[in-house]
């Protein structure tokens, strides 16, 4: 299956995820692809979303509307705490820094854990 949005509480809070079971199918060129499922749609309730992106910031438009973007696509932090503006969402890692080292990555992803304890103890 196939994240392709998140659903919430009418008050901007993410309550679930959204999915879309896919298959695999073989062009004719015999490039593998995914196609989506029409009508397998399903959605998975969270208290908490935690999305991994690649090196190069992708189209993720269901994401804009709570994160600002920079001019290359990466997500703009609020301060150093890995937080945006929405205070219930954190970036780190190649969506914020662009492409850089794991260890940068890693350092990101600990500093908003920290971060969201902070919040939450």
Do not use: C
């Not at 309550?15 to 749609?41: A, D, M, P, R, Y």
């Not at 908490?48 to 600002?68: D, L, Q, R, S």
């Amino acid at each position: 299956a196939q994240p392709v949005g998140l659903t919430h509480d009418g008050q901007g809070n993410v309550n679930g995820v959204k999915f879309i079971k896919t298959t695999l199918i073989t062009q004719e060129s015999g490039k593998q692809v995914l196609e989506h499922l029409q009508g397998s749609e399903f959605i998975i309730n969270a208290d908490i979303v935690i999305t991994a992106f690649g090196f190069k910031p992708e189209a993720m438009t269901w994401i804009n509307k709570f994160v600002g973007r920079d001019n290359h696509g990466r997500i703009k932090l609020q301060d150093k705490v890995q937080q945006r503006a929405n205070n219930n969402i954190y970036s780190g890692g190649d969506i914020v820094r662009g492409a850089s080292l794991v260890v940068n990555a890693i350092a990101d992803g600990m500093q908003a854990a920290r971060a969201i304890i902070k919040k939450i103890m």
